[in-house]
T-cell receptor, first 118, second 108 residues
Framework: DTAVSQTPKYLVTQMGNDKSIKCEQN?????MYWYKQDSKKFLKIMFS???????INETVPNRFSPKSPDKAHLNLHINSLELGDSAVYFC?????????????????FGPGTRLTVL | ELKVEQNPLFLSMQEGKNYTIYCNYS?????LYWYRQDPGKSLESLFV?????AVKQEGRLMASLDTKARLSTLHITAAVHDLSATYFC????????FGDGTTLTVKP
């Protein structure tokens, strides 16, 4: 069973378009994250939600808007895509306190979405 | 702001050799994580270190944490090709901050 899944796996689009990436976790975790990994493999946190509430909102252009309809889902919508948005976007989840088979915010990552903006 | 520095960023090793990757961080924390990322793949958790002096071992990899020195090490013993990957440390001080990653290449 897939623990953290993302769709789509690949996304190729034109500058100026709007796109969404979806993430779902079946681990029962309370916290979910979005990360951006650039071409140099640097990994930077963008957002974090705990039980559907936004708890981390890093310095990210407001063209990026996360939405968590429930604690198992965290989606990322991007408006007016720019060339610099090209990257791999990872969703992750974690659980505080060592429950649900994980230990103290150990993060479980989705497979990633490779976004290419042309 | 928490800074996490890994070194080296790139490491090329011969099979059978030993080496250590270092992870320094700038603020107090007793939660440190090591992740592995294979090329084109996602990150998977390797070790969770939750206290000063914690040591964890899995196969040819051993991780340790010194919270007083704000330093974690990932030691590789008798490297094999299958260990070729990028290794990230991450420190949790309210949120997880990742190091820049160490790309390890093990050559025959």
């Amino acid at each position: 069973d897939t623990a953290v899944s993302q769709t789509p796996k690949y996304l190729v689009t034109q500058m100026g378009n709007d796109k969404s990436i979806k993430c779902e976790q079946n681990l029962g975790h309370d916290t979910m994250y979005w990360y951006k990994q650039d071409s140099k493999k640097f990994l930077k946190i963008m957002f974090s939600y705990n039980n559907k509430e936004l708890i981390i909102n890093e310095t990210v252009p407001n063209r990026f808007s996360p939405k968590s309809p429930d604690k198992a889902h965290l989606n990322l919508h991007i408006n007016s895509l720019e060339l610099g948005d090209s990257a791999v976007y990872f969703c992750a989840s974690s659980q505080e306190g060592g429950t649900s088979g994980s230990t103290f915010n150990e993060q479980f990552f989705g497979p990633g979405t490779r976004l290419t903006v042309l | 702001e928490l800074k996490v520095e890994q070194n080296p960023l790139f490491l090329s090793m011969q099979e059978g050799k030993n080496y250590t990757i270092y992870c320094n961080y700038s603020t107090t924390s007793d939660r440190l994580y090591w992740y592995r990322q294979d090329p084109g793949k996602s990150l998977e958790s390797l070790f969770v270190l939750l206290s000063n002096g914690a040591v964890k071992q899995e196969g040819r990899l051993m991780a340790s944490l010194d919270t007083k020195a704000r330093l974690s090490t990932l030691h590789i013993t008798a490297a094999v090709h299958d260990l070729s990957a990028t290794y990230f440390c991450a420190v949790d001080a309210g949120k997880s901050t990742f190091g820049d990653g160490t790309t390890l290449t093990v050559k025959p």
